[in-house]
C-alpha cells in the first residue's frame, strides 16, 4: 500500500519514526474527530497543523468513512462479551485504575474521543464496565480495551480506504504474526536507511515527493520485496546481506552525487560555456557585465551541481534516499 493510516492518537507526533513514514508513504491519514474540522487550529498541535496544511497527512473522520458505524462496531462489542474471563479481568484493571490502588501507569485508563465511533458503543463499554464519561466528548476507557479498539476501527478504516494501519506507540500484536514480520522488517529496514535528522522544512519535504514521485516507488519497491518475501528472515545473514546491498548502493549514489572528478568535468565545461558566450556577446553590454562578475563561473557551477545530481542513472530504486539526503538535510 502507498498510503498508511496512523493511530491511535490524533497528532502525529514530531519524531525520527514519523520523518521516516512522511518519507516512504504517499500520504499519511489520521483518524479525527468531526469537531477538529471546524476548529483545526485550536485542537491539532502546530507541528500536526503544519503537515495537514502542507498536504503531508489527510485528517479522517470514521463517521463519513463507515457507512453505518453502530454495526460496524458491535462485533467488537460481542467478542468482548464473549470471553467472560477477559472481561472480568479488564473490569478489574479499571476499578483499580479508577480508585488509584493500582500505580497509574500500570494500568492506566486511556481518553478516546467520542467522535471517533458511534457513541452507542461507548454505551455499551460502559454497561460492561469498561468505560465511563470524561470531559467534554472524551471518555475514559480501560487500557487493553482502548487500545484494541483503536486497533479495530484502524483496520475497519484502513480497509475502507486503501490505507495500512501504522503506530509508533502500540506494538500490533493482534495482528496474525506473518503480519507482525513483515512491519517489524521493514521498520528494521527504514530505521536504517533513513537516519535524517528530525528538523526538515515539511514545504521542502512535499515538493520533493511531488517530483521524484517515481523514484518514491521505485524504492518502496526495494523494501517491499525483502519485507514481504517469507525466505528473508529478519536477524539472518541474507537479511543483513539484502540490507547492506542497499545501504552500500545508496551510499554509493551519495558519493557519484559529489564526486571530485565529476565536480572538475563540471567546472571546466561552465568555464568554457562562459567563455564561449562572452566571445559571441563581446559587442554586447550583457556579455561584459556577466564577464566582469566576481565568481560568475562559480556561480553557474554551483547551480549546475545541484541540477545534476538528479541525472545520475540508477536502477537500484536508492536514488530517492540519495536525493533525499542531498536535498533535504539542513
Not at 500520504?27 to 483545526?40: D, L
Request: aromatic share 12%; glycine share 4%.
Amino acid at each position: 500500500m502507498s498510503n498508511l493510516l496512523y493511530y491511535p492518537y490524533i497528532d502525529v507526533p514530531r519524531t525520527d519514526w514519523t520523518l521516516r513514514t512522511l518519507l516512504y508513504y504517499d500520504n499519511i491519514g489520521s483518524i479525527v474527530p468531526q469537531e477538529y474540522f471546524y476548529e483545526p487550529e485550536q485542537n491539532y498541535d502546530e507541528f500536526m497543523l503544519e503537515m495537514i496544511r502542507s498536504g503531508l497527512v489527510t485528517p479522517i473522520n470514521p463517521i463519513d468513512v463507515l457507512d453505518d458505524p453502530w454495526e460496524s462496531t458491535q462485533p467488537f462489542i460481542e467478542l468482548i462479551q464473549e470471553n467472560r474471563k477477559k472481561l472480568k479481568k479488564a473490569q478489574n484493571r479499571f476499578i483499580h485504575g479508577y480508585r488509584g490502588n493500582i500505580h497509574q501507569d500500570k494500568f492506566p485508563k486511556a481518553n478516546i474521543h467520542a467522535d471517533k465511533f458511534d457513541r452507542e458503543i461507548f454505551y455499551q463499554l460502559e454497561q460492561l464496565g469498561l468505560a465511563e464519561r470524561s470531559e467534554g466528548n472524551w471518555y475514559l476507557v480501560e487500557k487493553k480495551t482502548a487500545n484494541n479498539l483503536m486497533k479495530f476501527l484502524a483496520t475497519l478504516i484502513g480497509v475502507k480506504t486503501d490505507r495500512l494501519p501504522a503506530t509508533d506507540y502500540v506494538k500490533p500484536f493482534y495482528y496474525r504474526n506473518s503480519f507482525k514480520k513483515i512491519h517489524e522488517k521493514r521498520e528494521t529496514i527504514l530505521t536504517s536507511l533513513i537516519p535524517f535528522p528530525k528538523e526538515i522544512d515539511l514545504n521542502r519535504l512535499l515538493k520533493f515527493k511531488e517530483k521524484h514521485i517515481d523514484l518514491l516507488h521505485a524504492f518502496r519497491t526495494q523494501v517491499e520485496l525483502i519485507a514481504l518475501d517469507p525466505y528473508i528472515v529478519e536477524g539472518t545473514p541474507l537479511f543483513y546481506t539484502r540490507l547492506a546491498e542497499l545501504t552500500q548502493r545508496k551510499d554509493e549514489l551519495s558519493a557519484k552525487m559529489n564526486e571530485s572528478k565529476f565536480n572538475e568535468i563540471l567546472f571546466g565545461t561552465a568555464c568554457g560555456l562562459i567563455g564561449a558566450y562572452q566571445g559571441i556577446a563581446s559587442a554586447s553590454t550583457t556579455g561584459t557585465i556577466l564577464g566582469a562578475l566576481p565568481g560568475f563561473a562559480n556561480a553557474v557551477y554551483s547551480a549546475l551541481q545541484i541540477e545534476r545530481a538528479e541525472n545520475i542513472f540508477d536502477q537500484s530504486g536508492l536514488k530517492y534516499l540519495a536525493l533525499a539526503d542531498k536535498r533535504l538535510r539542513k
